[in-house]
């Protein structure tokens, strides 16, 4: 079987699932606060950060910081388990498949749901800024091109976390304690970022890119910097080593 038949499979899977419900309701739940609050954005300009550039960075600075992974989570649980009901993984195994491509379908089809959350981000973004504009009689909505880049980096730079906590939720087969150590990494994430060695711990990625933007829009804010060395070598090893652990350890209780 080839392996973009194994993804194709993995999709026709999730199409009977509310994953992509648990992907968007989170996003609008993020947004109507910012609207109904984004007068504050006005009192940030003594920072030296402009109300239009506020109201994106702290919503997004929502999204990075503990929405999205924590989707991502519940993504890489649920994803496990639509193999696991009902036996469904002793089944998959049993037909002529490669375990280890079969985890690595499953794992593009997680990064294509967060993707697909990146997706409903920005298009919930542009409608949530007009209707803010609308109330404060100010243009909130800033650059097209700056949401997608930043957007992009936010995507770019979680796909070592992604490899993390799909590892965890393949070698820990108990939904409950792989969610909860999903969700408790997210806590140390504001921690870890405040070090010099921020770069060894992937569940800060998202939330470092999106500081590091406010430090540039923000005048009286202190500058994350972002060295590309060696956060790169060291993010391409961690995601290298979580995917490499989920391949060996995928079906393997069930294969036993």
């Known amino acids: 079987m080839k392996f973009f038949s194994y993804i194709s499979i993995e999709l026709k899977k999730i ?22 609050n984004s007068g504050m954005n006005f009192e940030m300009q003594a920072e030296g950060i402009s109300p239009e550039d506020n109201f994106f960075i702290q919503s997004f600075m929502g999204l990075a910081w503990f929405m999205y992974p924590a989707t991502l989570v ?14 469904g993984i002793l089944k998959m195994l049993s037909l002529p498949v490669n375990p280890a491509a079969l985890c690595m379908a499953k794992f593009v089809v997680l990064l294509m749901l967060a993707a697909a959350q990146m997706v409903f981000m920005i298009l919930v973004y542009f409608p949530s800024a007009a209707i803010a504009s609308q109330m404060n009689d100010y243009n909130l909505m800033i650059s097209p091109f700056l949401v997608l880049r930043e957007t992009g980096l936010i995507y ?16 820990i087969t108990t939904p409950v304690f792989s969610i909860g150590i999903g969700l408790a990494s997210i806590i140390p994430s504001v921690l870890a970022m405040n070090t010099k060695v921020w770069f060894v711990y992937p569940m800060c990625y998202p939330f470092y ?32 080593i979580c995917l490499a652990v989920s391949c060996i ?8």
Not at 16 to 35: E, K, N, Q, T
Not at 249 to 256: C, L, Q, V, W, Y
Request: charged content about 15%; aromatic content about 10%; some cysteine.
């Open 249 to 256: 350890f995928f079906g393997k209780s069930e294969r036993r």
């Open 156 to 171: 770019l730079s979680s796909l070592p976390m992604a490899a993390f906590y799909w590892m965890v939720a393949t070698c």
């Open 209 to 240: 890119m999106i500081t590091a933007l406010q430090g540039e829009m923000a005048a009286h804010f202190d500058t994350f910097t972002i060295e590309l060395v060696p956060w790169i070598p060291v993010a391409a090893g961690i995601t290298i």
């Open 15 to 36: 199409r009977r699932s509310h994953i992509l419900w648990i992907l968007l309701i989170p996003i609008v739940i993020l947004w109507i606060p910012s609207i109904v």
């Open 74 to 87: 519940i993504g890489t649980v649920l994803l496990n388990q639509t193999e696991r009901g009902n036996r």
